[in-house]
């Protein structure tokens, strides 16, 4: 009778209590899996930008000046690894620069500096490789200021589109809590 009553209490009161406790430990042992594989960060940046073209009207040439300019970059990102592979995206403010040479009528050269700024959001999708990086993916950028020189020298207004595509690819380490990204970035439509 003492062991039917004990089998009584055991299924009725203790494998409950221990059917919640393992679902509540398997829930947080889950949960801190999950929460262990999620990065989020700011970064901050230079780019390099070559802008290439040529345009000439009745009145000027313009070409653009060789070499790559400076602008920065700043941003967050999240960043989600699951079995070494992992997607981040990311929201980045990018400011960008470049030089044109304006040579009018009668041959006079004037420098036509511009400045533009733009929100990026690229996803990138990559694979980890130790504390190794290798990822690509596409960006979209939304133009939000454009500071330039061509109105004042010129008279003209430079026309950008306001959404542009594109892809990023590029290799990155990490070193405890800070990763060091160099990227490549390609436009899939024209700036202007």
Do not use: W
Not at 75 to 92: K, T
Request: a positive charge; charged letters at 20%.
């Amino acid at each position: 009778m003492t062991l039917y009553l004990c089998q009584g209490l055991i299924k009725t009161y203790i494998y409950p209590i221990m059917k919640r406790i393992t679902l509540l430990f398997a829930f947080c042992l889950s949960a801190a899996t999950i929460f262990a594989q999620l990065d989020l960060g700011v970064k901050a940046g230079l780019n390099l930008t070559n802008v290439s073209g040529e345009m000439s009207t009745d009145d000027y040439h313009i070409i653009s000046s060789p070499g790559s300019k400076i602008g920065y970059h700043a941003g967050g990102f999240l960043r989600a690894s699951l079995f070494g592979i992992y997607i981040q995206p990311e929201l980045i403010f990018t400011s960008i620069a470049s030089e044109f040479t304006v040579t009018d009528q009668n041959k006079v050269e004037q420098l036509a500096k511009q400045r533009i700024g733009r929100v990026d959001v690229p996803v990138i999708i990559g694979a980890r490789l130790g504390t190794l990086r290798l990822g690509l993916g596409p960006v979209g950028s939304i133009i939000v200021s454009d500071k330039s020189d061509f109105t004042d020298i010129t008279g003209y207004e430079t026309k950008l589109k306001s959404a542009t595509f594109g892809y990023q690819l590029g290799i990155g380490l990490d070193i405890r809590k800070v990763g060091l990204d160099i990227r490549y970035e390609g436009n899939l439509t024209k700036l202007a």
